[in-house]
């Protein structure tokens, strides 16, 4: 089966990336290809992307091998795989370290996806 990234049909949800109150989500990104993939797909799904300065309430998002400071950042996977299941998955599967890394379990994170988690998610 494809995966979305080679689908240019988009059949996902359009309110996979909002809160419960219908409120987007916001990733930020680099600009580069990883936006150019996942803008599409964030958009569709109701969701936003951003490459200006990460906010707190943005959920950062960064390609497997790219340099990563911090310890909120997550793979871009998260929407291709969230998108391929019509989801929203555990987002702490998808966490990376603070240097170059591929993706890394997590012991906690703060977002929850169970749907009522994304709440103070927003960026202004």
């Known amino acids: 089966m494809a995966g979305p990234e080679s689908s240019s049909v988009i059949s996902h949800s359009n309110v996979l ?19 150019t993939k996942i803008s599409p797909l964030v958009k569709h799904g109701g969701g936003k992307v951003t490459s200006r300065g990460p906010d707190e309430n943005c959920i950062k998002l960064a390609a497997e091998g790219q340099l990563v400071r911090g310890e909120d950042t ?3 996977r998260y929407i291709l795989d969230c998108v391929e299941k019509n989801t929203l998955l555990p987002l702490e599967q998808y966490k990376m ?7 890394v379990s997590s012991h ?17």
């Open 108 to 124: 906690k994170t703060s977002v929850t996806t169970s749907g009522k988690g994304y709440d103070d998610l927003s960026c202004p």
């Open 74 to 76: 997550y793979s871009y």
């Open 17 to 35: 990336f909002q809160t419960q109150d219908g409120r987007p989500l916001t990733f930020y990104c680099i600009p580069g290809e990883v936006k």
């Open 97 to 103: 370290r603070g240097t170059r890394s591929s993706t």
